[in-house]
C-alpha cells in the first residue's frame, strides 16, 4: 500500500498547462484524486471534458501573455488561491536546423520555454503574499542529450530548466519551491503530428532505454506530484531525471 496519502493536497489549488490529454491530463486526474482543486489549461478545447466541481478548465494558448493572468485569476475566483503551478505544455517540431523556418523556431519556443516564464511569473505573483507553494516545470533529457531534428525542442527544454533554477533562487526567500522533472519517452500524442501513431513510435522508442520501456504518463504525474508536495521540502531548483536512465547513458 502507497505512505501516500489520499488526502496530501486537501484544500490545495493547482493550475495545470498542456492539460487536455497524456501527462497534463494525469497530473490533473493524480492531483485530484488526492484532494487538489485544479485549473486544467489547454489550447485544445477538448480539456473542457475535464471539467467537475474539482476541475475549471479553461481553453487557453499558453505562449499569450492573457492565457496566464487569465489561469491565475480563475484559480482564485472558482477556488479561492493558488499553491501549484504545473507547467506541462509543450509541443515538438521536427526540422533540420537548415529547413526550419523562423515561425516554427519561434512557436516551439513560446509555448515550452516562453509559456512557462508567463505563468510562473503571474504564479509567482498570486502565491508571494501567500508565503508558499510549488511550481513544477515539465522537461526533457533533451536538455541535456542532443539527437538530430530537435534543434528548438531541445532549446526549449534546456531554456526550461534553466528556467527553474535561476526562478528558484529568486522564488525561495518568498517559500516557494521551484523544481523540474526531466522526461524521458512517455507514451503520448506529442509526436501525433509528426507520426501516425505517436503514442505507438513513442512506446517502441522508449524500448532502448537502460529501463526498456518508455513511460506511461502516470508515472512522470507521480513525480510532478511528489515535487509539488511537502515531501519534496528540501529540492530547490533540481531536475529531477525520470527518463529510464537516459541521461545516465549521456552523462
Known amino acids: 500500500m502507497s505512505a501516500v496519502g489520499h488526502a496530501e493536497f486537501e484544500g490545495t ?14 497530473a490533473v486526474e493524480l492531483l485530484v484524486e488526492r484532494g487538489a482543486r485544479v485549473v486544467a489549461e489547454d489550447r485544445d478545447p477538448g480539456v473542457e471534458a475535464l471539467g467537475s466541481d474539482s476541475v475549471a478548465p479553461l481553453v487557453a494558448d499558453v505562449a499569450e501573455e492573457d492565457s496566464a493572468r487569465r489561469a491565475v485569476a480563475l484559480a482564485r475566483e472558482r ?3 493558488l499553491d501549484v503551478l504545473v507547467n506541462n505544455a509543450g509541443i515538438i517540431i521536427n526540422r533540420t536546423v537548415v529547413e526550419m523556418t523562423l515561425d516554427e523556431w519561434n512557436s516551439v519556443l513560446a509555448v515550452n520555454a516562453t509559456g512557462a516564464f508567463l505563468h510562473s511569473r503571474e504564479a509567482l505573483r ?10 513544477v516545470n515539465v522537461g526533457s533529457y533533451a536538455c541535456y542529450q542532443a539527437f ?3 534543434a528548438a525542442y531541445a532549446a526549449s527544454k ?5 528556467l527553474t ?5 529568486e522564488a525561495i526567500e518568498a517559500g516557494i519551491r521551484v523544481n523540474a522533472v526531466g522526461t524521458g519517452d512517455t507514451v503520448t500524442h506529442i509526436l501525433d503530428d509528426i507520426h501516425d501513431d505517436g503514442p505507438g513510435f513513442l512506446a517502441n522508442h522508449g524500448g532502448g532505454t537502460p529501463i526498456g520501456r518508455a513511460a ?3 508515472e512522470i504525474a507521480e513525480v510532478i506530484a511528489f515535487l509539488a508536495s511537502d515531501r519534496a521540502a528540501y529540492l530547490v531548483g533540481s531536475v529531477v531525471m525520470a527518463d529510464g536512465g537516459m541521461s545516465v547513458v549521456a552523462g
Open 13 to 26: 489549488v493547482a493550475i495545470v498547462t498542456g492539460a487536455a490529454s497524456g501527462i497534463g491530463r494525469a
Open 79 to 81: 477556488f479561492g488561491r
Open 126 to 135: 498570486a502565491m508571494a503574499p501567500q508565503g508558499s507553494g510549488a511550481i
Open 148 to 150: 538530430p531534428t530537435i
Open 158 to 162: 534546456g531554456a526550461l530548466a534553466q
Open 165 to 169: 533554477r535561476v526562478t528558484a533562487l
Open 216 to 218: 506511461q504518463p502516470r
